[in-house]
């Protein structure tokens, strides 16, 4: 049984460029979570996708925006880097309809913006 | 807004020293309470999901409890490989996770 599945796992961008993160969520998931985790932080939440719509956002502008695909895989896209983007991006699978039900990670994209 | 404090920052224990960390929260309407387990530069690993004050749940040398405002991660007889960072959280709903600033374990020899 896969898990959550991120990809790239290692990015350097320069400031001002846009970036784009996948995610393949975990068998039998059908919603997807993106988060933002700055070095000797939490996680903070940026937004979740169900069924190819935005539900909820954090306190995120919106050069943040994301993607969700038939198939339940999400984007994530940065747009304008700023060096204050940095971060590991973790993508979280869980099913609707189920709050406070498991909530799988994915193992985190690193993004450098220099 | 759903907030979330744990306590202490940082922790460092002898092997076989048992002790306890702390997730204070405030939240409209728990549905869920979460420990994870997180080592450098990896993404967070489920450990628990407690629901209700008095619920326990138990895995190896980890147990967490669950009261009306905190939750305590219990480690017994913590062994060199349980050093990690140990993060909580907290759903009122929509599985958006509401995280702590986690608590840094180092168990020595």
């Known amino acids: 049984d896969a898990g959550v599945t991120q990809s790239p796992t290692h990015l350097i961008k320069t400031r001002g460029q846009q970036v784009t993160l996948r995610c393949s969520p975990k068998?039998?998931?059908?919603?997807v979570s993106w988060y933002q985790q700055a070095l000797g932080q939490g996680p903070q939440f940026i937004f979740q996708?169900?069924?190819?719509?935005?539900?909820q956002r954090g306190n995120f502008p919106d050069r943040f925006s994301g993607h969700q695909f038939p198939n339940y895989s999400s984007e994530l896209n940065v747009n304008a880097l700023l060096l204050g983007d940095s971060a590991l991006y973790l993508c979280?699978?869980?099913?609707?309809?189920?709050?406070?039900?498991?909530?799988?990670f994915g193992e985190g994209s690193w993004l450098t913006v220099v | 807004e759903d907030q979330v404090t744990q306590s202490p920052e940082a922790l460092r224990l002898q092997e076989g020293e048992s002790s306890s960390l702390n997730c204070s929260y405030t939240?409209?309407?728990?549905?869920?309470l979460f420990w994870y387990r997180q080592d450098p530069g990896k993404g967070p690993e489920f450990l628990f999901t407690?629901?209700?004050a008095g619920e326990e749940k138990e895995k190896e040398r980890l147990k967490a409890t669950l009261t009306k405002k905190e939750s305590f991660l219990h480690i017994t007889a913590p062994k060199p490989e349980d050093s990690a960072t140990y993060l909580c959280?907290?759903?009122?709903?929509?599985?958006?996770?509401?995280f702590g600033t986690g608590t840094q374990l180092k168990v020595e020899l």
């Open positions: 068998s039998g998931h059908d919603t």
């Open positions: 996708y169900y069924e190819e719509e935005e539900r």
């Open positions: 407690l629901y209700s």
């Open positions: 979280a699978s869980s099913l609707q309809g189920r709050s406070g039900n498991t909530i799988y």
């Open positions: 939240v409209s309407g728990l549905r869920g």
């Open positions: 959280a907290v759903t009122g709903g929509g599985n958006k996770l509401t």
